[in-house]
């Protein structure tokens, strides 16, 4: 038989439930809301000195959206929240033309099909390209061959090879778009220019007026 609770047991302090169950949580949940809202403010300064827009999204995977031009070519950049953990960005320019199938580009091999796909309704893809070969030094290609020799012509390869970022990372020519995607945080500001300046001289490759 169990013996009755003691005095001592009964007695849990009032003020100490309050702390655990009421003040704690509401405590937490004021430092992620300010910390948040910093970071707002520090990103929308950013994007401001460059001339771009944030687009707060919060919607699916979707965290925050930039928009602007960079060397006057339009330009839009999205934060993702991946499957499963972690977060990728996704940039995108205009083309000036039409891709007939998705060619891709990559440093490194490990990517999923439903890594890819749109940045405004965030369609992903169901399965990549099929291999190929002839791209760059150092990348893994997919892609079909008749639409390969015409979106990795000489100047896309020297501007491939010539880029040094590090982490993972991949160009795509899909639709009518150049699309970059990256594993991580998006780079802002500073850090993004030189992303931008690929995207850009990609374009102008294929519309030379652009910028």
């Given amino acids: ?39 707002q403010i520090r990103r929308k300064a950013i994007a401001s000195s460059h001339g771009w827009a944030i687009e707060n999204r919060n919607e699916g995977q979707r965290a925050w959206v ?4 960079h060397r006057d070519v339009e330009f839009e950049a999205v ?51 099929p291999p190929a070969t002839g791209g760059p030094t150092g990348y893994s290609v997919w892609g079909a061959p008749e639409v390969q020799a015409t979106f990795l012509s000489p100047p896309v390869v020297a501007l491939l090879t010539a880029a040094t970022f590090e982490g993972q990372w991949a160009v795509s020519f899909a639709d009518d778009g150049v699309v970059v995607d990256g594993l991580g945080a998006m ?21 030379p007026d652009a910028g």
């Fill in 187 to 207: 780079p802002e500001g500073e850090a993004l220019l030189p992303w931008l300046d690929l995207a850009a001289a990609l374009v102008r490759v294929f519309s």
């Fill in 1 to 39: 038989m169990n013996a009755p609770p003691t005095k001592q047991e009964r007695l849990t302090p009032w003020w100490l439930v309050m702390a655990i169950f009421v003040l704690l949580p509401v405590v937490v949940a004021f430092l992620i809301s300010r910390q948040a809202a910093a970071q």
């Fill in 66 to 69: 930039l928009h602007g031009f």
């Fill in 79 to 129: 934060q993702l929240l991946r499957e499963g953990g972690g977060t990728a960005w996704r940039l995108r320019m205009p083309l000036g033309r039409v891709a007939p199938s998705w060619v891709l580009v990559s440093r490194t091999p490990t990517w999923r099909a439903q890594d890819f796909g749109t940045i405004s309704t965030l369609l992903t893809r169901s399965e990549l390209p």
